[in-house]
Nanobody, 128 residues
Framework: QVYVKESGGGMVQAGGSLRLSCEGPARIFSNSGNYAMAWFRQAPGKQREFVAALKWIGDTTYYADFVKGRFTISRDNTKNTLSLQMNSLKPEDTAVYYC??????????????????WGPGTRVTVSS
């Protein structure tokens, strides 16, 4: 059983900030292989959508257009943790945020099917 678990969700006013953390598989963080991790979100009544991803090779990051300049994805290999710093939050950012891990990255960072391990999600609520 691969362990992926999010934390850091909560309620915040519009314009505020939150930092989400995801504890992921130790074997991914301890190696420099063809791995990737990502954040997705699902708002009430909507499909789950891609938010941000980080590819281990080259430490390349990818962002959905609607979070560029506001969210930052990063990793801490010493803590087996992926983070998502969210600034300038908007009410439309309200969603359950999911962390995902990929043990054999094939290039489709924005596709749910790319990732084989998922956390249970953490809820973020942004009030106006």
């Amino acid at each position: 059983q691969v362990y992926v678990k999010e934390s850091g969700g909560g309620m915040v006013q519009a314009g505020g900030s939150l930092r989400l953390s995801c504890e992921g598989p130790a074997r991914i963080f301890s190696n420099s292989g063809n791995y990737a991790m990502a954040w997705f979100r699902q708002a009430p009544g909507k499909q789950r959508e891609f938010v941000a991803a980080l590819k281990w090779i080259g430490d390349t990051t990818y962002y959905a257009d609607f979070v560029k300049g506001r969210f930052t994805i990063s990793r801490d290999n010493t803590k087996n943790t992926l983070s998502l710093q969210m600034n300038s939050l908007k009410p439309e950012d309200t969603a359950v945020y999911y962390c995902a891990a990929d043990s054999s990255y094939s290039g489709s960072y924005y596709r749910e099917s790319e990732y084989n391990y998922w956390g249970p999600g953490t809820r973020v609520t942004v009030s106006s």
